[in-house]
């Protein structure tokens, strides 16, 4: 039995849940994978300039 | 001692191979999670009955459960990870340590917020000072105390030693939280899983709940993927395999 995701009176309650949940849930995997991308082009500059050597 | 999965785990923490097969897992985890998930939000908040005394207020389980079991599983992985690291010092436990310790105060506070949401309807209140509620919050200022200690220590190994310190210590936090509604008269319900023989809520609420569990778990593990790859990516930046994939990609 399908309700058309009407919450009535707990409506503002379930989807400010969901909808943080949905914000942080984006964020933690987005930042990290930016961060990858931003930390492979800076180390390959830094070894373009040799500044990676032991 | 010899444990058969040991060469298993030793090719593994090895970092070239772990990156590489981080790499590989990052979006095959984080796709069959993001399904997973919609298929248990959709049935969760679309197709399961209403509670007789909760009304559509008890669909915010689909997210604060599965939000609270990870809290206190990726402590667990953390303070697993901190043994290991402490003991055998493996430089992948180390960078487990604090590749978790983000993602699960994420979720430590996705369950306090989602809770005390849920919490203003049914008890009257966004806060009280019950035990399970408590608890769960000391969790999250542990989980911000490994994150501390580790970034305030310059040399990261040092860092990592400092913080499996921590994260080993607490995590007594952990079965507290699991029993304190069994301890203690609380507030805060009781647990709706226990058993699949003795389940405490009816099996059309309890499925798409348990879709969830797998989606949030599988996207925990890509994420913790994600985390882990740019740690050892920056603690492994003057090695030649790091090299290697600078020059010539994964």
Request: charged share 15%.
């Amino acid at each position: 039995m399908f309700n058309d995701f009407n919450m009535g009176k707990y409506a503002v309650y379930v989807w400010s849940s969901y909808g943080l949940a949905l914000i942080v849930l984006v964020a933690s995997y987005v930042i990290p994978l930016l961060q990858h991308k931003k930390q492979l082009r800076i180390l390959k500059r830094q070894r373009r300039a040799g500044r990676l050597e032991q | 001692m010899k444990f058969p999965f040991m060469p298993f785990l030793h090719r593994i923490s090895s970092p070239p191979r772990f990156y590489r097969m981080a790499c590989r897992w990052i979006p095959r985890l984080g796709w069959t999670g993001l399904i997973f998930m919609l298929v248990g939000l959709v049935w969760g908040l679309g197709f399961a009955p209403p509670d007789y005394q909760q009304g559509n207020a008890f669909r915010i389980m689909y997210i604060h459960v599965p939000s609270a079991w990870l809290s206190l599983f990726i402590y667990t992985v953390m303070a697993v990870s901190a043994v290991i690291a402490f003991v055998w010092r493996i430089k992948l436990a180390e960078v487990m340590i604090i590749a978790n310790a983000p993602i699960g105060a994420t979720f430590t506070f996705l369950a306090l917020v989602t809770g005390s949401i849920w919490g203003k309807p049914m008890w009257g209140t966004y806060w009280v000072w019950d035990p399970r509620l408590t608890f769960e919050l000391i969790l999250l200022f542990q989980y911000f105390g490994v994150i501390a200690l580790y970034t305030a220590i310059t040399d990261r190994r040092v860092g990592a030693r400092a913080a499996a310190i921590l994260a080993m210590v607490g995590i007594v936090t952990v079965p507290i939280v699991h029993y304190s509604v069994v301890w203690w008269s609380s507030l805060h319900q009781g647990s709706s899983f226990k058993t699949l023989d003795n389940p405490a809520i009816a099996w059309s609420m309890l499925v798409p709940l348990l879709i969830m569990f797998i989606g949030t778990n599988l996207f925990y593990l890509a994420v913790v993927f994600l985390r882990s790859r740019n740690e050892l990516l920056l603690r492994e930046k003057q090695t030649a395999w790091v090299g290697e994939i600078l020059d010539k990609g994964v």
